[in-house]
């Protein structure tokens, strides 16, 4: 990795499967497009950038914890366990001040009422909902913003 700050782009379970789960609510947009308009993103502001998908907890959590000292800055899309992952929000807060943004693809608040609720978004300096796959982008983008002005 250069001399350039980082960011780690975390995906949660099922995330592997976009644009073929769900296209009606996640788009046909795959993971490997995202992650080159990530990389792209990242690039325009002098940032580099690592990525970690997985259906596992744990390697979520490992991958937060390793964060520290690594990377600049989180973005992550936690999938389900936005609202069951208590472990996750703790991992979370265990890096701080890392800054964070959490970013799901849907509006979250047009669906199950289960989905209303994150244990993520207590722990995020920003939350991005419902902008489709342009949510990572904007993520990327608030992050660079965030570093540039000192975080």
């Known amino acids: 990795m250069s001399d350039r700050r980082s960011l780690l782009v975390l ?8 644009g073929t789960r769900r296209p009606e ?8 497009d995202v992650e080159a308009q ?3 993103a990242a690039e325009a502001a ?15 959590i490992d991958a937060v914890h390793a964060a520290r000292g690594v990377h600049a800055g989180i ?17 979370l807060e265990a890096v701080q001040p890392l800054p964070v943004v959490e ?17 993520v978004s207590p722990q995020a300096d920003a939350v991005i909902v419902g902008a489709g796959v342009h949510g990572y982008t904007l993520a ?10 000192g975080g």
Request: glycine share 6%; hydrophobic share 40%; proline share 3%.
């Open 46 to 60: 002098d940032l580099d950038v690592a990525f970690l998908q997985s259906n596992h907890e744990g390697a979520l």
């Open 75 to 91: 973005v992550i899309n936690p999938g389900a366990y936005s609202h069951t992952s208590i472990a996750l929000h703790d991992a």
């Open 38 to 40: 990530v990389r792209d």
């Open 103 to 119: 970013v799901h693809i849907s509006n979250v608040h047009r669906r199950e009422a289960f989905r209303h609720h994150s244990y």
């Open 140 to 149: 990327v983008a608030h992050l660079a913003h965030l570093l540039a002005a």
């Open 25 to 32: 609510t996640y788009g046909n947009t795959t993971l490997a």
């Open 11 to 18: 995906n949660g379970p099922n995330l592997n499967l976009l």
